[in-house]
Structures are given as C-alpha cells and as structure tokens.
C-alpha cells in the first residue's frame, strides 16, 4: 500500500508537468503595446520625427508669399516720396516666381530717377521671371523642400528601427522570464515530491519496512531541491525585473510581472511549415528599416548631385512685366507699359559648381557602397536567423524525446523501489534527471520563440505585431 501511493504521488506532482497558466496570463502583445505606448527611449526617438517635420514646414517656407514693402522720402534739390508694397509669390513649377503690388512717386525726381516717379494716383505693376536654364528643373527651395520631404520618411524609418529594437529586445526578456517561471516550477514540483514522501518514508521506516537510511537520503534531496529552489525564485525575480523595462504602467512606471501572469511554453508543432530561404530574404531586404533609411539617404544625396549640376548651367532667365498709372501727372507717365528681356551670366572657370558636383556624387558613391555592405549584414542575419530555428526545432525533437524518456526511467525505478529492488538514492537520481531534462525542454522551448522572434525582427515583421488602437 505504502508503494503504490508513493507511485500515485510521483505521478500526480511529476516534475516534467508544471502547473498551467493564468488565463490571464500576460501575453507578447500585452507587452509590445506597453513597450509601443510608454518606452522613453521610444518617446526619445519620436522626437525626431518631430524635428524632420519642422525641417519640411521650414523649407516649405521657401514658397510663402512674402511683402516686400517700403516708405522712401527725399528733401533737398529734388523733393519727394516714395511708397511701394510688393508681393512676391516663388511657384515651384520651372521655377517660376511672379510679383505684383503697387508703388507711387509724388514730388520732383532728378532725370536719372524718373521711373521712380508714377502719376497721382499710384502705379500698379505686376510680373514674372522665368529660367530657361539654371534652376529650371530645381533649385535651392526645391532641392530644400524635397530632401526635406524624403526627411520625414527617414524619421519615421528611424523610428520604426528603433522600435524594431526595443520590440526583439523585450520579447527576448519575455520569453526568459516565462523560461524562468516554468524552472521554478519544476523545482517546486521536484520539492513537493520529496516533501510529501518523507511522512510515507518515515511510516515505513517505524514500520520497519524500509531501512532508515532511505528516509535519510530523502531529507537530504529535500535540502537540495529547497536550495535549487530558492536559486529558481531568484532568477524569476531577476528575470521579472529585466522584463519591467519593457513593461510599464501607462504613465510609463516599469512594472513587475507577477508569478500569476506567466504564459505557459507550449512545444511547436511536430512539423514545422518550411521557410524559403530566398523568399525570406527578399522580404527582408524591402522591409527592414535601416535599408530604407540608407535608400532615403542616398535619395537625399541625388537630390543634391542634381542640384549640383543645374549649378554648372548658366543663368539664363526671361523676365516680364506690365504696369499702368492711374491719375494725373507727366504725360511721360500715362497709360500702360510691357516690359520684358532676357538675362545671363555665367561663371567661365565654374570651378565652384564643378567641384560641388564632384562631392555630391562621391557622397551618392560612398552610400551606394554602404547600402550593399547593409544589404549584405541583413542576408546574413536572416540566414543565421534560419539556420538557429532550424537547429532549435532539431534539439528541441531530441529534448521532447528525452523528457519522455526521462519520465518512464523514473516510473520503473519508483516502481522498483516499491518492490524493494532499489534505492531511494535511484529513485532521486531518476527524478533529478527527470527534472534536468524538463529543465532542458524549458530553455529550449524560450530559445524556440527567441529564435522566431529574431527571425520576425530579421524580416522586419515584427513591427506589425503591435495591435493598433
């Protein structure tokens, strides 16, 4: 009687069977959002973002309508004043930049100053300037308003590699806290296993059953496994505090997860669905973030070659522009005037445009080189990815296989023991091994989701995982 119900005990608290989880327990999504809503880095990195799109409000500033106004008076041999108010619009199609507004010159104006002088009621004048040749297709305000553009998206490129970051990172503590939980837990199971048979051991013993050494041995494998287990508390608590980084309140305080939320490790599926390692790669390549922002920056830099080299053109411009007098004064000044004309100039050495656009194409050069050496890092990260989940999912078989057989190792010698054909140091070193392959199973299973996690990071799918409010 005493036999069997050491074999039901051993049965029912086997150490390769943890208690199961919360329903409530905290999931990987519980702690991407928080890591998503409260990281500071995070926040820092946000920042950015804002800063990219200052730049692009400023350099749309290039375009505003701008009033170009002024108040002019003369005493002396020539009396007069002078009033003007223009306004002036830069457009970005072909550079174009046209003008209007209204100006009066009242009094007496020497004969080199004519023009300054309008009939009584003022001059309304209006035009455009038009290039032909430099600054055409871009200049100065466009070039600023594109990279300025292409800046925004860098940011938020920036950002999602950050977050890309912090997201592998905290799942990696994730798992290890969750590998910590199920470690103590085989070690409580392992301790309430000699704990609730050192009262049988003892009825035997007094009963003359069993030699007292047996109940001996046992008290001192109930000393042991407390040890272990004191050792297992702790690293859940070091890993709980490790994963408070990631998790937080709201307000962003770190949190500690409570022992209650732990996830139970289930084993992956016997046959994995297979991963096309090109596929893999391709996907890679167009979606991780540090490849974008090196394609962007180099976006940037063409964007300055081209302005560079619309520097070497010369200046070549078509001007027009109409105005009319209103009221009475000279009769020079009566009715309206067309004026249009041409202008150039063109520096003859241009040494200045020629070595600007020698840099911007060496800078275009030089991160081409780095895109390929990235592009390169990401086809080597994703294969080792790979070739880590493949040799986890391997040794993870193997361990499956081991605590099974672990398990009906320690069966037979309890069952043995029961019939007095062996020892309680057998039946401990059967439980010890049982334990140390679930203990096994339990690194492997984190490592199995670690190696998934570095994979999606790999691929840049892990940023999707966050759910959306």
């Known amino acids: 009687m005493i036999g069997r119900a050491l074999l039901v005990i051993g049965l029912a608290a086997s150490c390769g069977l943890p208690k199961p989880a919360s329903a409530q327990a905290l999931s990987p999504g519980d702690v991407l959002d928080s890591v998503e809503r ?35 008076t003369v005493r002396g041999f020539y009396d007069n004043d002078r009033v003007s108010a223009i306004l002036e619009q830069p457009l970005a199609p072909f550079g174009l930049t046209t003008y209007g507004g209204y100006r009066t010159g009242r009094g007496v104006f020497a004969p080199y100053d004519g023009r300054a002088q309008t009939l009584s009621q003022g001059e309304l004048t209006a035009g455009f300037e038009l290039p032909l040749m430099r600054h055409r297709a871009i200049d100065a305000r466009r070039a600023d308003r594109e990279i ?170 078509f001007f027009a522009e109409g105005s009319h007098d209103y009221g009475t004064g000279a009769r020079t000044r009566v009715g309206s005037a067309v004026e249009t004309g041409f202008t150039f100039s063109f520096p003859l050495q241009n040494r200045q445009a020629s070595g600007k656009r020698l840099q911007a194409r060496a800078k275009v050069s030089g991160l081409t080189e780095e895109l390929r050496w990235a592009e390169d890092q990401v086809r080597a990260e994703v294969q080792d990815a790979l070739s880590a989940l493949r040799a986890v999912e391997a040794a993870l078989a193997v361990i ?70």
């Open 148 to 317: 300025a553009d292409l800046g925004t998206i860098l940011a938020d490129r920036s950002l999602d590699k950050a977050r890309l970051s912090f997201f592998k990172d905290a799942l990696k503590e994730y798992w290890d806290w969750a590998a910590a939980g199920r470690e103590r837990a085989i070690a409580e199971a392992l301790l309430n296993l000699a704990e609730t048979r050192d009262q049988q051991l003892a009825d035997s013993v007094a009963l003359g059953q069993i030699a007292p050494v047996e109940r001996t041995d046992n008290r001192r494998a109930i000393l042991q496994r407390r040890s272990a287990l004191v050792t297992a508390e702790r690293r859940l608590q070091m890993k709980a505090i490790d994963l408070s980084l990631f998790y937080r309140l709201p307000s962003g305080e770190p949190v500690r997860p409570a022992p209650q939320l732990l996830p139970t490790l289930s084993r992956p599926p016997e046959t994995p669905p297979p991963l096309d390692e090109e596929a893999v790669v391709s996907l890679a390549l167009a979606n991780r973030p540090e490849l974008q922002s090196l394609r962007l920056k180099r976006s940037q830099q063409e964007v300055q070659v081209r302005l560079a080299e619309n520097a070497t053109l010369p200046v070549f411009g």
């Open 38 to 72: 409260s990281m500071p880095l995070l926040e820092r990195v946000r920042r950015d973002v804002v800063v990219a799109q200052g730049a692009l409000r400023e350099a749309r500033g290039g375009f505003d309508l701008t009033l170009n106004s002024s108040s002019k």
């Open 400 to 469: 499956v296989d081991e605590v099974s057989v672990t398990q009906e190792l320690e069966r037979l010698e309890r069952d043995r023991f029961t019939l007095g054909d062996s020892t309680q140091f057998l039946v401990n070193l059967r439980e010890l091994a049982t334990a140390e392959a679930s203990l096994r199973e339990a690194r492997a299973l984190a490592d199995y989701q670690k190696a998934l996690v570095a994979l999606e990071a790999a691929t840049g799918q892990l940023l999707h995982r966050v759910r959306k409010p």
